[in-house]
Structures are given as C-alpha cells and as structure tokens.
Nanobody
Framework: VQLVESGGGLVQPGGSLRLSCSAS??????????MSWLRQGPGKGLEWIAS????????KYIRFVEGRFTISRDNAKNMLHLQMNNLGVDDTATYYC???WGKGGTRGTGTRVTVSE
C-alpha cells in the first residue's frame, strides 16, 4: 500500500487546515480497512491522534484534539481526511496517515504542519 499525505503548511494560531491522504496499491482494499492519523512533533515521539472505522461510522480521538479535529474518509476515492480547526502551536508536527486502528500500521511519508505567528 502507498499512502501520500498532503495539505500541510504554515498557519497562524487559531487557524484551520485540512489534510488529505491518498491510498493506493495493488490488492489494497481501502474500504475494508480502518485508518488513522498520527503525528510527530519536534523532538517528540510518534503520537496517535485519531482513528476511523472502515465504513466511517465510528471515530475516536486523543483527548487533546477532541472537538477541534475531525477525521473522515471517502471510500469511493480512497481518500482519508483530517479537518483541523483552532490550531495551536502545540499542533506543530509532521502528520501521517496510517492503515489500521492505532499507530502500528503502514504509514506515509507525512505532511508538515507549522503553527506560528
């Protein structure tokens, strides 16, 4: 499976970004897999942020982003998204999408998000 994240960039505190992840690969059935978003901030370890079931009916978030981030998917387009609102400097990180529930699965190369004045 190949995962390609996009949508990162520089944003001011309080701003919003929408990250996307395109999934492809021979034999990979996107619609049959739960998917997750992870992040790694400067000098920090890999952190799980959110996961979404294969059918998109159930999601779970780390408490720090609950109410600010929304994970979603479009199974017809093999796309995973992360809407991020009210961003703070602590959200600065490289964001990765990953196959499966949690942070143990295959992930992409990431997209960088910087929150700064």
């Amino acid at each position: 499976v190949q995962l390609v994240e996009s949508g990162g960039g520089l944003v001011q505190p309080g701003g919003s970004l929408r990250l996307s992840c395109s999934a492809s690969g021979w034999g990979f059935d996107f619609s049959a897999n739960a998917m997750s978003w992870l992040r790694q901030g400067p000098g920090k370890g890999l952190e799980w942020i959110a996961s979404l079931t294969a059918d998109g009916s159930y999601s779970k978030y780390i408490r720090f982003v609950e109410g600010r981030f929304t994970i979603s998917r479009d199974n017809a387009k093999n796309m995973l998204h992360l809407q991020m609102n009210n961003l703070g400097v602590d959200d600065t990180a490289t964001y990765y999408c990953a196959v499966g529930w949690g942070k143990g699965g295959t992930r992409g190369t990431g997209t960088r998000v910087t929150v700064s004045e």
